[in-house]
């Protein structure tokens, strides 16, 4: 297992869908700028099968210090807290304990993509986002 990089992401979105650096870049960086934004609001971000992100306060608490045994008190706060959907739980749990990725549902051992699971063309008969090809008109670039 690897960290990936916000650099390499984008470089995997333009080899899988034939768009061009600096819009996937663009898009990148506007969904997570966005994401920042609304949960900067308190608001919840839910995307269907992936997970929901939201903000949760925290009360005040009473720690200990490790090294000094110390009492120390925490202020309250908010936390961003994450829980899977039900896809990222399915490819999670495709991992193993050693990092090795076990058999995915397409028998190929890649991960079943976001948008498109078992329910067929149902995700295209319900308006989910299917991208198939580069988009034809020119995206001006910053």
């Known amino acids: 297992m690897s960290n990936v990089t916000k650099k390499e992401l984008i470089d995997r979105i333009v080899s899988q869908t034939g768009f061009k650096r600096p819009v996937v870049r663009l898009i990148v960086t506007t969904f997570l700028e966005t994401t920042l934004r609304t949960l900067g609001d308190g608001s919840r971000i839910e995307l269907r099968d992936f997970g929901v992100f939201e903000v949760k306060p925290r009360k005040a608490r009473l720690a200990q210090n490790p090294k000094t045994l110390t009492k120390v008190s925490v202020p309250a706060k908010s936390a961003v807290k994450f829980k899977p959907g039900r896809k990222m739980k399915e490819v999670v749990a495709a991992v193993s304990v050693d990092g090795d990725h076990g058999a995915s549902r397409d028998g190929r051992g890649r991960p079943p993509r976001i948008g498109s ?26």
Request: hydrophobic share 30%; no cysteine; charged share 30%.
């Open 117 to 142: 699971g078992d329910q067929g063309d149902a995700d295209e008969e319900r308006g989910a986002p299917v991208i198939t090809a580069p988009p034809t008109r020119a995206v001006a670039s910053r």
